[in-house]
């Protein structure tokens, strides 16, 4: 069967799905293409599931803390395997959300795994979809180290599938999916043993903060290994060695490997669109364009910032672009992020070195402030709270706010908008404090 179209759309995560409702919204004849479950990755087997494990594994600290607010709870019994059926049972719940929206924005979904035929033809099974602009969606995967024994290890896909959780997990890597998951399963019961080949975690981030990260990690009790790396797993499932390069065997019931994602364009045949790639990669213009003029890509697949808004931003941009009547560009500066690791962190703008960088040691000036939240007062315990505002000494700008503690997420989310305006330290200062709160603090650091 041939069918053609005003666009079709590969893959229905987070970009396609915002790229063909808002294409849809504007009157163009949509198909949107889809291998695996409608949602994509945020929403199947990321950002959405992750986030409500992370919830469930910070009862472990609501709990210890609760005696010392009177809350004397006895008979507790931990039970992760309810959890992960429970998130399982949401995730299905939105998948059947975003395939009811689909329907009502009148887009056409085509389920199977999409390729090119030409630079107008996808071919999904038998059928043929014909379309006047194609837009490339396709996320990416995650990506296993080339050691002896990787097939044995799980990656973060994998994670969302699992019924029960062992005992002993080895988690490799120290970017946003390996601490993420670290802290998780570390709420949940689970002994974490972290390897980490550099010498810090969460590459990338401010280095004071993402030290502050570990060290509240390791006071909650995950054992991190810096300079490690894996060489080998062996064993069978649920009874797994990791054998380092240092030499040690580290016994444990299952290894997340969680080194990496990267653009998934297996089976895409982009040769036969003649569409070009770079790094494994789909580069494309400040308009979402490949080389091939018709042919557009958003999303991790360009390998950009691999963030569901941003994903969701660069569809909508190319949708009101081309078929709507405000065309517009994505603003990639000052993108705010978060690990949801415990404690949380959170940033926005500039880390404290890529400052010195730009604006050379004396151009820039540091306030921080670390301190026990009112929080955990009463039970004295749990890691410190760091908030850091990276500031330009001529023009007292703000070019970076970072925090890690409770809601960092939320408060960050907040300093970005005034960081984005071009937000000077005397404008923090002449803020008013909300009191008592932890973020009144980003207001009342000394000059
Ligand atoms: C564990 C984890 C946690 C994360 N947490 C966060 C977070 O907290 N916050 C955040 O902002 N981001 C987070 N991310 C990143 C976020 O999920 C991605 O940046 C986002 O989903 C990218 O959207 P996308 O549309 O580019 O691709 P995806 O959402 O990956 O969607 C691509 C879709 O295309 C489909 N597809 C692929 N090839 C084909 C084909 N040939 N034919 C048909 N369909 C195809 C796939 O099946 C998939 O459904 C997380 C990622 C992971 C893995
Ligand atoms: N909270 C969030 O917003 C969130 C959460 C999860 C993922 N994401 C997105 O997904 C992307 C992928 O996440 P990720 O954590 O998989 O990737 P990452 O790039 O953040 O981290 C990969 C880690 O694996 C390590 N590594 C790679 N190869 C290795 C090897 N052979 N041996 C040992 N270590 C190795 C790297 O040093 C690094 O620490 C992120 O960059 C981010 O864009 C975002």
């Given at each position: 069967?041939?069918?053609?179209?005003?666009?079709?759309?590969?893959?229905?995560?987070?970009?396609?799905?915002?790229?063909?409702?808002?294409?849809?919204?504007?009157?163009?004849r949509?198909?949107?293409?889809?291998?695996?479950?409608?949602?994509?990755?945020?929403?199947?087997?990321?950002?959405?599931?992750?986030?409500?494990?992370?919830?469930?594994?910070?009862?472990?600290?609501?709990?210890?803390?609760?005696?010392?607010?009177?809350?004397?709870?006895?008979?507790?019994?931990?039970?992760?395997?309810?959890?992960?059926?429970?998130?399982?049972?949401?995730?299905?719940?939105?998948?059947?959300?975003?395939?009811?929206?689909?329907?009502?924005?009148?887009?056409?979904?085509?389920?199977?795994?999409?390729?090119?035929?030409?630079?107008?033809?996808?071919?999904?099974?038998?059928?043929?979809?014909?379309?006047?602009?194609?837009?490339?969606a396709?996320?990416?995967?995650?990506?296993?180290?080339?050691?002896?024994?990787?097939?044995?290890?799980?990656?973060?896909?994998?994670?969302?599938?699992?019924?029960?959780?062992?005992?002993r997990i080895?988690?490799?890597?120290?970017?946003?999916?390996?601490?993420?998951?670290?802290?998780?399963?570390?709420?949940?019961?689970?002994?974490?043993?972290?390897?980490?080949?550099?010498?810090?975690?969460?590459?990338?981030?401010?280095?004071?903060?993402?030290?502050?990260?570990?060290?509240?990690?390791?006071?909650?009790?995950?054992?991190?290994?810096?300079?490690?790396?894996?060489?080998?797993i062996?064993?069978?499932?649920?009874d797994?060695?990791?054998h380092?390069?240092?030499?040690?065997?580290?016994?444990?019931?299952?290894?997340?490997?969680?080194?990496?994602?990267?653009?998934?364009?297996?089976?895409?045949?982009?040769?036969?669109?003649?569409?070009?790639?770079?790094?494994?990669?789909?580069?494309?213009?400040?308009?979402?364009?490949?080389?091939?003029?018709?042919?557009?890509?958003?999303?991790?697949?360009?390998?950009?910032?691999?963030?569901?808004?941003?994903?969701?931003?660069?569809?909508?941009?190319f949708?009101?672009?081309?078929?709507?009547?405000?065309?517009?560009?994505?603003?990639?500066?000052?993108?705010?992020?978060?690990?949801?690791?415990?404690?949380e962190?959170?940033?926005?703008?500039?880390?404290?070195?890529?400052?010195?960088?730009?604006?050379?040691?004396?151009?820039?000036?540091?306030?921080?402030?670390?301190?026990?939240?009112?929080?955990?007062?009463?039970?004295?315990?749990?890691?410190?709270?760091?908030?850091?505002?990276?500031?330009?000494?001529?023009?007292?700008?703000v070019?970076?706010?970072?925090?890690?503690?409770?809601?960092?997420?939320?408060?960050?989310?907040?300093?970005?908008?005034?960081?984005?305006?071009?937000?000077?330290?005397?404008?923090?200062?002449?803020?008013?404090?909300?009191h008592?709160?932890?973020?009144?603090?980003?207001v009342?650091?000394?000059?």
């Open positions: 069967m041939n069918s053609s179209y005003d666009l079709i759309v590969l893959g229905a995560g987070s970009g396609g799905l915002a790229a063909a409702k808002r294409a849809a919204s504007y009157g163009a949509v198909a949107i293409v889809e291998g695996d479950r409608v949602g994509g990755t945020c929403v199947i087997r990321g950002c959405v599931p992750k986030k409500l494990l992370v919830y469930g594994s910070a009862y472990k600290h609501l709990l210890a803390d609760a005696a010392s607010y009177g809350w004397e709870i006895e008979g507790i019994r931990r039970n992760p395997s309810t959890l992960l059926a429970n998130v399982r049972a949401e995730v299905d719940r939105l998948n059947q959300l975003h395939l009811g929206f689909l329907e009502k924005a009148g887009v056409e979904l085509v389920r199977g795994w999409g390729c090119f035929e030409d630079g107008h033809t996808v071919a999904v099974g038998e059928r043929r979809l014909r379309a006047e602009r194609i837009l490339i396709v996320g990416g995967r995650p990506q296993r180290p080339a050691i002896p024994g990787a097939e044995l290890g799980w990656v973060s896909d994998e994670m969302f599938l699992l019924e029960q959780l062992p005992e080895v988690v490799v890597g120290a970017g946003f999916i390996a601490c993420e998951f670290a802290c998780i399963l570390n709420g949940l019961g689970v002994a974490v043993t972290q390897l980490v080949r550099g010498n810090h975690l969460l590459r990338g981030f401010d280095l004071e903060a993402a030290k502050a990260v570990q060290e509240g990690m390791e006071q909650e009790g995950i054992e991190i290994r810096f300079a490690h790396s894996p060489a080998a062996t064993g069978s499932a649920g797994l060695s990791v380092t390069e240092a030499g040690e065997i580290i016994p444990c019931g299952g290894v997340l490997l969680a080194t990496g994602r990267r653009p998934f364009l297996e089976g895409l045949r982009l040769e036969a669109a003649a569409i070009a790639t770079e790094a494994n990669r789909i580069p494309v213009d400040s308009e979402q364009r490949t080389n091939v003029p018709h042919i557009y890509a958003v999303g991790d697949v360009t390998d950009r910032i691999n963030l569901t808004p941003v994903a969701i931003d660069e569809g909508r941009a949708a009101d672009t081309v078929y709507g009547t405000s065309p517009r560009q994505v603003d990639h500066s000052l993108v705010a992020c978060a690990v949801f690791s415990q404690p962190l959170a940033s926005v703008g500039l880390s404290e070195e890529e400052a010195i960088q730009r604006h050379g040691p004396e151009g820039v000036r540091v306030h921080r402030t670390r301190f026990r939240p009112m929080s955990q007062a009463l039970p004295a315990r749990g890691p410190r709270v760091l908030l850091k505002l990276v500031v330009e000494l001529e023009s007292g700008k070019l970076g706010c970072h925090m890690v503690g409770e809601h960092s997420a939320e408060i960050i989310q907040m300093a970005a908008i005034a960081i984005g305006m071009g937000a000077t330290k005397a404008d923090f200062d002449r803020t008013m404090a909300l008592p709160s932890v973020a009144e603090e980003f009342t650091m000394p000059n």
